[in-house]
């Protein structure tokens, strides 16, 4: 059992070394391709598989060889590890704790509304910017290409995702009779044109950030559960740590038994009597 912290993390750390490898291969495959919805996930993808390599390799190094300084490394970016994914986790509750569909009457589906998410996540998606970006991922995936045959039965028998509610087809109170004045502004922003159809909407930017909401959702509870596991792992490493002190110095870090430069007083009087005692007997 004195070496059982160490063993369990040196093991633990090969098994995120080897990980982390596949992680970096996609980062760098997706920077070969030409779909922009992957290369927006190149950047993440690189710098998560690096830190993972650094931290394991650290982590495995100071544990399987008693290297103490790495082992110090590994623990204090674990420590900041935690805390960020600890803030990361409190901040996406409070991002996505607004917004939701609301029901149409007389449909299946539901439609989306800028104005009930929360103002970060609005500030976000109406940056030209980024929306540049979301809306040729939109493009390419072809997400409306069944949508927009779809006959007014369709419409009331079939679900929508949230980006085809608010991205292939006009809001459901637009009417587009002899006039369209005082209705939403989405009504004067929808087109016809497969390559137009309602992506510049607020109800489109509303599509994505359900989208986005509810897989932030997902992942926060994945988070909560990662920390439970990094809390766990942490403490194995600090266990590891004082066993890698220990066999620098064969006692536990921070106590030191020397309490004199020079032995006692009586120290060689008591040496001489002892190898007197055994020559003679």
Same mark, same amino acid.
């Given at each position: ?10 093991? /633990? ?11 970096? &291969? ?8 030409? !779909? ?9 993808l ?15 190094? &100071?544990?399987?060889f ?11 970016? #674990?420590l900041?590890?935690i805390?960020?994914? #600890?803030?990361? !986790?409190?901040?996406?509750? *409070?991002?996505?704790?607004?917004? &939701?569909?609301? @029901? *149409?009457?007389? $449909?299946?589906? $539901? ?20 929306? *540049? ?13 069944? *949508? ?7 419409y /009331?028998?079939?679900?929508? =995702? ?6 292939? $087809? +006009?809001? =459901?109170?637009? %009417?587009?009779?002899?006039?369209? #004045?005082?209705?939403?502004e989405?009504?004067?922003?929808? %087109?016809?044109? +497969?390559? /137009? ?14 989208d ?31 066993? =890698?002190?220990?066999?620098?110095? @064969?006692? +536990?870090? &921070?106590? %030191?038994? #020397? ?15 002892h190898?007197?005692?055994?020559? /003679?007997?």
């Amino acid at each position: 059992m004195y070496r059982f912290s160490n063993t369990v993390i040196g093991f /633990l750390n090969l098994f995120t070394l080897l990980a982390s490898i596949p992680i970096i &291969g996609a980062g760098l495959w997706m920077a070969r391709s030409s !779909t922009t919805c992957e290369k927006f996930l190149q950047t993440p993808l690189l710098f998560i598989g690096f830190i993972i390599l650094i931290v394991s390799l650290a982590g495995f190094i &100071g544990a399987c060889f008693h290297v103490a300084w790495a082992l110090w490394l590994y623990l204090f970016v #674990m420590l900041f590890l935690i805390g960020a994914l #600890m803030g990361l !986790t409190v901040f996406g509750f *409070v991002v996505t704790s607004q917004g &939701g569909g609301v @029901d *149409v009457p007389g $449909k299946v589906y $539901k439609e989306y509304h800028l104005q009930n998410y929360s103002p970060w996540l609005r500030k976000r998606i109406k940056d030209p910017h980024y929306w *540049v970006t979301i809306r040729a991922c939109i493009l390419g995936s072809k997400t409306c290409a069944t *949508v927009i045959t779809w006959t007014p039965y369709d419409y /009331l028998t079939k679900d929508l =995702t949230p980006i085809q509610s608010g991205c292939c $087809k +006009p809001p =459901t109170a637009c %009417n587009y009779g002899l006039t369209t #004045m005082g209705q939403d502004e989405d009504c004067y922003h929808w %087109n016809n044109d +497969p390559n /137009l159809l309602c992506y510049e909407c607020d109800s489109c930017k509303a599509g994505v950030l359900e989208d986005v909401r509810r897989d932030w959702q997902k992942i926060s509870v994945l988070n909560i559960v990662m920390l439970v596991l990094l809390i766990g792992i942490y403490s194995i490493g600090c266990c590891a740590f004082q066993n =890698t002190k220990r066999a620098v110095s @064969d006692y +536990p870090h &921070g106590e %030191n038994r #020397m309490y004199k430069v020079r032995p006692r007083w009586d120290f060689y009087w008591w040496r001489w009597w002892h190898d007197r005692r055994h020559q /003679l007997y």
